[in-house]
């Protein structure tokens, strides 16, 4: 397994010196076993409980007809119909739908565009201490700050956006009341907000990458295209498999964005899948029903997800060496 | 790359500027729209123009609850970056030092961890809520506190474990035969050793808290709304004043941005859980 990174420490050398030869105070004496798991304690007193409410207050929504307006709902044992009405659901496949477009147009754009803009980056730009810290900024702004902004910007009396395409003769556009244009839309609102992040990431990776391969393409006269595609990209690959995964984890998880530009309208065109989960759970207060869909989909992506960040981490159950 | 022709070099650096611009002339808008005035900031026709007025800053933070979402979502981040650091440092040191990070027990606490930082938040959505409405920690900072904190061990430990994972073990075990007990060894030879690391994850933990909207719209209200819930809820409230709105977003993200800037450096590798140096 290739981790994706090596990492360094720098160790004072008189440090390295003191370090006494190989044997070590393994006891299994209670104390030690002790003063172990008091450094998992204060992790635990948080994780475990939270862990605990999710199980037991899921098996006990996930099987009752719970709805928080109508008294009495919560002792309502339905066994497996809020399943049942979930595969049944055109609503939950329309929003598991918009998701995947979501993940896969969005995060599919801000791999190219963030790639290509790590490699125009990497070397000499004249200001790129000030263009690198500017790129940051769409990437840490609050969500809900970002959709509202673009709101502002796509308003169709308004925003800036429409004026201008008034002013050169296209002719504006309701962009966000329109269900053909809604979700390209939100969609670009999400690769203005992330693609700074694979710049970020994939620069660091393109600047931490051994000069030497470059070197010796180069003296067999490799240039442009050719370096990049046999060169660069491939040595790029673990730094990209992490980038192309964290987005998507995040990715899947949108909420904020969505419901500040279009609460999932217009009609169910933009419902991604938290958002459909907020709607059932906090609109209508089915939160029975609504527990069921996270659950469901939590499933989904855990096996789509987990097998691939595990791999990508370098983590595995395995032997112990030596 | 080095280019040495002189029109792809110009070109390739027209591109990256015009990336630039797309990322910063949104944000310029948003600026330039909370200086107007509110018929300004409504004109069909855009003003270019104007002489900037402070006055929807005085009335998104004193009118539309700025002021306090601004205490309240400093207070939920502060504290839950701190306390995620607190637990997530000492699991992190328990899963590459105390036990090698290739021991089957490190491996499996850190798969756990992995998978629920997978897990998307509406797994739990539903549950929390029912349980904190239940038990009073609704409409007040302290459940959404925990849930931060949660999230912040989680990336505490991520984080950590990438830089501890290759730190020699040996300078653990010394401290160990000094008489040092696992939390010294950890705060005299560890901490030291690991201060950037704590810098970056206290500041993107606190980003993560602050930035968060989906649990803080569902367990805060009055007094103890966020800074995301505040701004959200000028849309439905006062519609169309667009000054006011832009600046409470202003207002709401510059503490953050700044802080951002401030450690960029530590991002890269923070943020990719050490998948880059």
């Known amino acids: 397994m290739s981790a994706p990174a090596t990492h360094q420490v720098t160790v004072k ?32 007193i948080i994780i475990v409980p939270l862990l605990v409410i999710i199980v037991v207050q899921g098996l006990q929504l996930v099987t009752h007809g719970e709805n928080l307006l109508r008294p009495g709902s919560a002792d309502r044992f339905v066994g497996f119909d809020n399943v049942l009405r979930a595969f049944s659901d055109p609503t939950l496949f329309g929003s598991i739908r918009v998701t995947l477009i979501y993940v896969f147009v969005g995060v599919g754009i801000e791999m190219v ?25 769409p990437m840490v702004l609050t969500p809900v700050v970002a959709g509202l902004m673009w709101r502002l910007l796509l308003d169709p009396t308004s925003g800036f956006i429409n004026w201008f395409l008034d002013t050169v003769g296209i002719g504006g556009h309701a962009f966000l009341a329109d269900p053909a244009t809604a979700l390209g839309t939100v969609i670009l609102v999400e690769v203005w907000q992330n693609t700074p992040f694979v710049v970020i990431i994939v620069l660091a990776g393109l600047e931490s990458l051994d000069p030497s391969p470059f070197e010796a393409a180069q003296v067999d006269g490799a240039t442009g295209l050719r370096l990049l595609r046999h060169i660069t990209l491939p040595l790029l690959v673990p730094v990209l498999s992490i980038v192309i995964l964290l987005r998507v ?13 279009t609460k999932g309208g217009p009609g169910t065109s933009t419902l991604a899948i938290s958002n459909y989960v907020y709607r059932i759970g906090f609109e209508t207060f089915d939160i029975g029903y609504a527990t069921t869909v996270g659950v469901l989909v939590s499933l989904a992506v855990l096996v789509i997800l987990f097998p691939t960040t595990t791999r990508l981490m370098g983590l595995r159950v395995r032997k112990v060496r030596g | ?52 007025e402070f006055g929807s800053y005085v009335n998104a933070w004193v009118d539309g609850g700025m002021g306090q979402a601004m205490i309240a979502s ?18 992190a040191y328990l899963t590459t030092q105390v036990w090698p990070a290739e021991a089957p ?26 349980t904190f409405f239940g038990v009073g920690l ?18 505490a430990v991520l984080i950590f474990r990438s830089f501890l994972v290759s730190f020699p073990r040996e300078i653990r075990e010394a401290a160990m035969i000094d008489g040092l007990g696992e939390w010294g060894a950890l705060l005299r030879t560890i901490l030291p050793n690991v201060w950037g690391a704590t810098f970056a994850t206290f500041v ?22 966020t800074v995301p819930v505040t701004i959200a809820g000028f849309l439905s409230f006062f519609g169309t004043n667009w000054a006011r709105l832009t600046a409470a977003g202003v207002i709401g993200a510059l503490p953050i941005v700044i802080f951002a800037i401030l450690v960029r450096k530590h991002m890269a590798r923070g943020l990719s859980f050490g998948g880059v140096k």
């Open chain 1, 249 to 261: 984890i995040d990715a899947v998880k949108t909420f904020a964005i969505i419901n500040t530009m």
């Open chain 2, 74 to 91: 400093a207070t939920v981040a502060i504290v839950s970056s701190l306390l995620g650091i607190f637990a997530g440092l000492p699991l």
């Open chain 2, 105 to 130: 027990g490190s491996a499996r606490f850190t798969l756990g961890i992995l998978l629920l930082t997978t897990v998307p938040p509406v797994l739990s959505l539903t549950p929390f809520y029912r």
């Open chain 2, 204 to 225: 993107l933990a606190l980003i993560q808290s602050w930035n968060e909207f989906l649990y803080a719209l569902l367990l805060t209200s009055g007094d103890s709304q």
């Open chain 2, 138 to 155: 609704t409409g007040n900072p302290v459940g959404l506190t925990i849930i931060h904190t949660f999230y912040a061990i989680l990336l």
């Open chain 1, 113 to 137: 565009l963030g790639v290509a803009v790590a490699l125009a980056l990497h070397g000499r730009v004249p200001g790129k201490g000030i263009l690198r810290a500017l790129i940051l900024i």
């Open chain 2, 1 to 52: 790359m080095k280019t040495r022709r002189p029109v792809l070099h110009i070109l390739r650096i027209a591109g990256v500027y015009a990336f630039v611009m797309w990322c910063i002339l949104p944000l310029a808008w948003l600026v330039s729209t909370s200086l107007k005035s509110d018929v300004d900031a409504f004109s069909r026709v855009p003003i270019w123009f104007f002489a900037p």
């Open chain 1, 13 to 44: 050398p008189d440090e390295r010196e003191i370090a006494p030869p190989s044997r070590s105070p393994r006891g299994r004496r209670p104390r030690d076993i002790l003063s172990r798991a008091s450094l998992a304690l204060p992790a635990a």
